[in-house]
């Protein structure tokens, strides 16, 4: 029924799409926001699965070439579960250290560990992105996000 890769990866990201929907509809209401906390998760709920369709209606033929290109190496696996945890460990010190602070510390770690060697570009791309996307957040879409140890 479903030959190709595609279809079946189409389905498994459905799949989550509409579980990842049922979580964001369920996230708590604020009376006082001018936007809700569930704009952005449904809105990204309803992006996958719409690209979820499209992939499984997706026409293309898969090469020998590309079915080659999937296979990963096991350098390449190691270097994605570093960065797993990486994440892992974003997200657990998120509330404690806020968002500013562990922002910064992750794009800068990661991007040490991937092999980026311009240090001094990188902490300053990393400390600029954190703090665009807190005054976005914060001031203008007015969605606090977690401050933690720094005093704003």
Avoid: W
């Avoid at 590309?66 to 096991?74: A, F, L």
């Avoid at 665009?132 to 969605?143: D, E, M, S, T, V």
């Amino acid at each position: 029924m479903l030959k190709k890769m595609n279809q079946r990866i189409a389905l498994i990201l459905a799949a989550i799409a509409v579980f990842y929907l049922f979580l964001s509809y369920n996230l708590p209401k604020y009376p006082n926001a001018i936007i809700d906390a569930d704009v952005v998760p449904i809105g990204l709920g309803y992006l996958l699965l719409f690209l979820s369709v499209l992939l499984f209606l997706d026409k293309t033929v898969e090469t020998e070439a590309e079915k080659q290109k999937r296979n990963i190496s096991k350098s390449n696996l190691l270097v994605l579960g570093v960065v797993f945890g990486f994440i892992l460990i974003y997200i657990s010190l998120l509330e404690i250290l806020g968002f500013l602070l562990m922002t910064a510390i992750f794009i800068f770690g990661c991007s040490l560990f991937l092999g980026y060697k311009k240090h001094v570009t990188n902490g300053i791309v990393s400390v600029v992105f954190s703090f665009a996307i807190y005054a976005l957040f914060n001031y203008l879409l007015r969605i606090n996000l977690p401050s933690g140890i720094l005093p704003f």
